[in-house]
């Protein structure tokens, strides 16, 4: 009696998934090795983020402890969110490696540019929010500060703060690759999109007030960049739907 053919079938299944094993640990030791070797310049590294509020500060006022272990789990922690910062084009080309072989090759064609525009315009959103928005925020609050009141941050405070800014702003960035995804799926097309530009624009001042401080400028600086990343990503849908049809390979 021939044995039946089902007991062959979770193969393909079980490769995938060490396949996916091996993809994760290699990922996860990148991350690994760049703390290890950023791990003895943590203080520097904190010294660094904090320096647009530092430099802000009022004479005679500084930076705080308030937890015990806050000053070595803060720059650890700290440390470790610049190893994924830094390891993240090597985890996305591992994960890239994993779905490449499923894909079309006109599917790679373009998902291999847009993988490399979205880890350079997260790294130019959180750039911006460092060198443009944070000066002006910190210089906002601590200008806004009672007279009688002295500024002693909490340096485990400023670090969820910065942090939560830097996601922020690097998906803010993400704008016009969310915009090619949505086209790219079939789900809208460049006209649609620029239909609802008087919503968009309107979002991004909204998104600018929440999270910049209340005055106009800080709120154009955001709201301008995201609108013109917004208007990037429909002319390059209205590109993308012009090229010609793919092979099917």
């Known amino acids: 009696m021939n044995e039946p053919e089902s007991t062959d079938q979770p193969l393909p299944l079980i490769a995938h998934l060490t396949e996916l094993r091996d993809k994760l640990l290699r990922a996860l030791l990148a991350v690994l090795i760049i703390f290890i070797c950023l791990f003895p310049f943590a203080n520097e590294i904190y010294t660094f983020i904090s320096e647009p509020l ?59 540019p847009l993988l490399a525009s979205s880890v350079l315009l997260f790294y130019a959103g959180a750039s911006f929010a460092y060198f443009v928005v944070f000066p002006l925020i910190f210089g906002f609050f601590t200008s806004v500060a009672p007279d009688d009141i002295t500024i002693m941050t909490d340096i485990n405070s400023y670090l969820d703060f910065v942090l939560k800014l830097f996601f922020a702003f690097g998906l803010a960035f993400e704008i016009p690759i ?25 979002g991004c001042f909204v998104f600018g007030m929440l999270l910049t401080p209340p005055d106009v400028i800080s709120q154009s600086l955001l709201a301008i960049p995201m609108w013109l990343l917004f208007e990037v990503g429909v002319y390059f849908g209205r590109v993308l739907q012009r090229s010609p049809p793919p092979d099917g390979t």
């Open 54 to 112: 530092r430099a802000l500060l009022p004479p005679g006022a500084s930076m705080i402890a308030t937890e015990v272990a806050s000053p070595f789990f803060t720059p650890f922690k700290l440390t470790l969110w610049v190893a994924v910062f830094l390891a993240m084009p090597y985890v996305l080309y591992q994960a890239w490696s994993f779905i490449a072989p499923g894909m079309y090759r006109h599917e790679k064609r373009l998902a291999v």
């Open 178 to 202: 969310a915009a090619l995804l949505l086209i790219w799926s079939g789900i809208t097309t460049p006209a649609a999109l620029a239909s609802k530009r008087p919503y968009i624009i309107v």
